[in-house]
């Protein structure tokens, strides 16, 4: 496989799928620095463990949110930029989008930390698991500069074609972190903060290692670092819309895990192992997203706007044609897969009425990211932000209040995901059509 994949010529389904494959595997294997963690802790420390851990971690996803979103943007900014062949404009949008990703991830990790323990009491957390669950997040928040760090370096990588690198960095730190649960949990027994200690670790080996082999690539420790307000402001145009969606989108989840919690322990628990399974299919769907996104950068950066056009039709279908695939394999194998992470019989039958509603419709989340991801790379974040907010946030937590309050049932959460996955799809459909037309012959115009 090769380093560096130019997808701004040549076949286009044979450039996305080889620029896919490392996302798609580095999916994989993102999925240990969680799943790891669920595994060791649902099946050496127990249930109660296993829902301080699933209570806890949604609020390190809100924090990482908004930086994540920035990452993006500088992402889109240096794939426009590279596509357009401008070698030393780059060399400036990654210095300070590195500069962005350090100092950003401090600081949300001071404020995280400060305030863990009034956002779980907002979030109406299980008394019983309370003490566990803010052992586990105040350490788990220390990985948060770390995971920030290699987003940006990972994110800038991929825009220069190279997806690869990132993964094999991701899966050496999956491996790290795995070592780290089985040294912390089951030998020394420190509980679920070892299991947070372990994540810790591990995401900070693969930021400093990212960050270092990137700087070494483009030999960015021979020039002088300045800060240039005119990048700066061109990553957060494209960044900050897509961090606020991402930070609401994240807000919205609190108030569905508020309801969850609202269900008692076992709902907890049940969502919990849920979400480790849902990562299978919605980790490579991110993938399939994030790569359309490069390629319609690189294109546009180019001025391939007929290339993008027909890339939307290609990388739909093959993306659909996956996530079928895996859908089918986790519907018929549910109850397996759940005991991997739990092996209580109450939260796994609890599990299966979530798959049984969400799961067959995850092809539409597919066309949904990798719609969504044409609209982003051509810099309309402002646009994708709404049409996320709109039918993700809002439609969602009406719906949730709605259902919940009607039917009170782990079925009345479940179901709120697939009908806003539909009507977040079809608008990303219509807008990226409409942005297709619009600018078909002025592709240098976007930049």
């Known amino acids: 496989m090769k380093q560096k994949v130019d997808l701004t010529q040549g076949n286009i389904l044979k450039g996305f799928v080889f620029f896919s494959i490392p ?239 609202e269900l008692g322990e076992n709902a907890v628990a049940a969502f919990t192992v849920y979400f480790k399974v849902e990562n299978l299919i919605y980790l490579p769907i991110m993938a399939f997203g994030q790569a359309m996104l490069i390629f319609t950068g690189q294109n546009i950066g180019a001025g391939n706007i007929r290339r993008i056009q027909k890339g939307v039709v290609v990388c739909n279908i093959f993306s659909v044609a996956v996530i079928a695939c895996i859908s089918a394999v986790v519907l018929n194998f549910g109850t397996q897969i759940l005991g991997w992470f739990c092996k209580e019989e109450v939260v796994i039958a609890e599990g299966i009425k979530v798959i049984e509603i969400s799961f067959p419709f995850y092809f539409v989340y597919a066309i949904l990211e990798v719609t969504g991801g044409v609209v982003r790379g051509y810099k309309k974040t402002v646009q994708s932000m709404f049409i996320v907010i709109v039918n993700l946030c809002v439609i969602r937590v009406l719906l949730l209040n709605i259902l919940t309050s009607r039917y009170h049932t782990i079925q009345s959460v479940a179901v709120v995901y697939p009908i806003t996955w539909v009507l977040a799809a079809l608008s990303f459909i219509g807008y990226c059509y409409c942005i297709q037309y619009k600018n078909r012959k002025y592709a240098k115009e976007i930049i």
């Not at 806890?56 to 949110?65: D, K």
């Not at 060399?91 to 401090?106: A, H, K, Q, Y």
């Not at 074609?161 to 030998?187: K, Q, W, Y």
């Open 23 to 261: 996302l798609f595997l580095g999916s994989l294997f993102q999925l240990l620095y969680g799943t790891v963690d669920m595994l060791f802790v649902g099946n050496f420390l127990g249930k109660n463990n296993a829902a301080a851990v699933g209570a806890s971690s949604i609020l390190a996803t809100c924090l990482v949110g908004l930086l994540t979103g920035i990452s993006v943007g500088a992402g889109v900014v240096l794939a426009q930029i590279w596509g357009a062949k401008k070698m030393d404009e780059a060399d400036v949008c990654i210095e300070n989008s590195l500069f962005l990703g350090v100092t950003g991830g401090i600081l949300l990790t001071v404020i995280g930390i400060v305030f863990a323990e009034s956002a779980l009491q907002l979030l109406h957390t299980p008394e019983s698991i309370m003490t566990n669950a803010l052992i586990y997040i105040r350490i788990y928040l220390l990985s948060i500069t770390g995971m920030i760090i290699y987003n940006m370096a990972a994110g800038l990588l991929r825009a220069m074609g190279d997806s690869r690198t990132p993964f094999v960095v991701l899966a050496s730190g999956g491996i790290l972190n795995v070592a780290m649960d089985a040294l912390f949990i089951v030998i020394l027994k420190w509980g679920v903060s070892g299991a947070a200690l372990a994540t810790t670790i591990s995401q900070y080996f693969t930021a400093v290692v990212l960050m270092a082999y990137l700087i070494y690539k483009k030999q960015l420790w021979k020039k002088k670092w300045t800060i240039n307000s005119s990048m700066f402001k061109r990553i957060l145009n494209v960044g900050v819309p897509v961090g606020l969606q991402s930070l609401l989108l994240t807000l919205s989840n609190l108030f569905v895990q508020y309801y969850i919690n």
